[in-house]
């Protein structure tokens, strides 16, 4: 007879007047591991709040029979898709530019501190922390500031310290997001050690890698669970109409240079650590590049010095538009000629604003709408809401939404200006499969127009056909530079 580790009976769950799940019921017997996948919204990620406590205002009931003979720790632990660190006073007041800042950037733990204090917090051996730093490659990034790691190292981070307390039950959103080619074969293996030690393993996840050791496949539909017999069965999510592109980004933006970035010996270091090492690059109007390489190469940096937020950029040889940095042009001649989306910018930004605000925003390169739109930035907004299917969705505000929806419009805010050069770093982390692929169509058709792109994507499968060219950092130097 099978040993039933959590029920859920008639659970039911509304943000406001959206019902989320409906007399949800679900039973993990002993020995299954679990993919919950679906369409972005259909309340996978609540439920796992709900199961892990961080979610308690629900209806129903959940019964958890933690095995207290095991030496695993009688935990649920819940790995968000991404961490909201805090700064040393709990809070999390940051700023999107304070992360290259050396004077404001220290107000953070290194990760060090982070995993001294977990250690102490759920009496810990740090001897058994070091086998994951290594399998991660994370040991060199012990005295970095939490504020200073990208999206994938903050979820290294959190992977580690989830398999280091070994909970007898994990769950995990989104396993892969911002990971490297390499960092996902790593994270597939220890999920198998780990299960095979005895944790019970669920993971929120659509994508088509799929550890072996997962035997149990649902979604979450009307509310409700459905459990499938494979993967491959799980929803993939509305397929979207192709729309034209609204009349204003049909053609590409007037631009002055035909060299938009040309980086000349570029040099970027943080202490004794080198982060960039003698790059030499040139992208021009109408190129479009995939730029790729493992997690901690320097691609964030790297981007960070053409979109002008790096200090660093002053001290190198670096000319964006045709005109050297620092030879007079502020950060903003240069942002308004920039659309830019990273997972970074979506951690900063200004959740409580509405959809339409925060499109609006891209406007004026800020982290939230300050200023009153004229009637034809007005008419483009419009235009663009109808263009994302966003337009029942104007006046809510972004922590309303799933974060497929926040992500979109977003992305919607990156374009809503026509820029000169647009900047996608990992654009499609968060939006479900069909999501990717419409986005990813959109990025099809702006190139068609003639658009000048760097696109980031680990994934080759969930990149836009358009891309033309191929750079490839590795410890922060170009590995490879060729046309695709």
């Not at 006073?89 to 050396?102: A, H, I, M, P, V």
């Not at 307390?165 to 959103?173: A, G, R, S, V």
């Amino acid at each position: 007879m099978s040993t039933t580790i959590l029920e859920i009976q008639n659970l039911n769950f509304q943000y406001g007047s959206n019902i989320v799940l409906k007399n949800l019921n679900w039973k993990i017997n002993k020995g299954e591991n679990w993919q919950i996948g679906g369409p972005s919204g259909t309340g996978k990620t609540t439920i796992a709040k709900i199961i892990s406590g961080e979610i308690k205002n629900f209806e129903g009931n959940i019964k958890i029979n933690f095995d207290e003979n095991s030496e695993l720790k009688q935990k649920v632990v819940y790995v968000a898709n991404w961490y909201q660190f805090t700064n040393l006073e709990g809070d999390r007041n940051f700023y999107y530019q304070q992360r290259y800042n050396k004077f404001a950037k220290n107000d953070t733990l290194t990760v060090f501190a982070e995993l001294n204090h977990f250690a102490q917090k759920e009496q810990l051996d740090f001897k058994n922390v070091e086998k994951y730093l290594e399998i991660f490659d994370f040991q060199n990034f012990k005295e970095q500031q939490l504020i200073e790691l990208s999206s994938g190292e903050h979820k290294k981070l959190q992977l580690v310290k989830a398999f280091w307390l070994k909970p007898q039950i994990l769950i995990i959103d989104r396993p892969y997001t911002g990971l490297d080619v390499k960092s996902r074969k790593n994270l597939n293996q220890i999920f198998e050690n780990l299960t095979q030690e005895g944790i019970t393993l669920l993971l929120i996840n659509n994508d088509d890698e799929v550890p072996s050791c997962i035997n149990r496949f649902a979604e979450i539909k009307n509310g409700s669970f459905l459990e499938l017999t494979h993967h491959s069965e799980i929803t993939k999510g509305e397929e979207r109409i192709t729309k034209e592109l609204p009349y204003f980004l049909q053609k590409p933006p007037k631009t002055n240079a035909r060299e938009m970035v040309k980086l000349e010996n570029v040099n970027v270091s943080y202490g004794e650590k080198k982060v960039l090492k003698n790059i030499n690059w040139q992208l021009n109007e109408g190129e479009r590049w995939l730029l790729q390489g493992p997690n901690g190469s320097g691609k964030s940096t790297l981007l960070s010095l053409l979109n002008g937020d790096h200090p660093q950029a002053y001290a190198n040889e670096i000319y964006l538009f045709g005109k050297k940095r620092g030879s007079g042009e502020s950060i903003w001649d240069i942002k308004e000629k920039i659309g830019i989306i990273s997972p970074e910018l979506h951690w900063y930004f200004d959740l409580n604003a509405n959809v339409a605000q925060t499109i609006a925003s891209g406007f004026f390169d800020s982290m939230s709408l300050y200023q009153k739109l004229s009637f034809e930035q007005q008419q483009k907004l419009e235009q663009i809401l109808h263009f994302f299917d966003l337009k029942d969705d104007k006046n809510k505000k972004l922590n309303t939404l799933s974060l497929g929806k926040q992500r979109l419009a977003l992305l919607a805010r990156t374009i809503v200006k026509n820029p000169e050069l647009l900047i996608l770093d990992e654009p499609c982390q968060g939006l479900d499969v069909q999501q990717t692929k419409y986005f990813n169509r959109v990025v099809d058709d702006l190139c068609k127009s003639g658009h000048t792109l760097i696109y980031v994507g680990h994934f080759e499968s969930q990149l836009p056909e358009s891309l033309s060219h191929k750079l490839i950092l590795e410890k922060g130097e170009i590995k490879n530079e060729k046309f695709q």
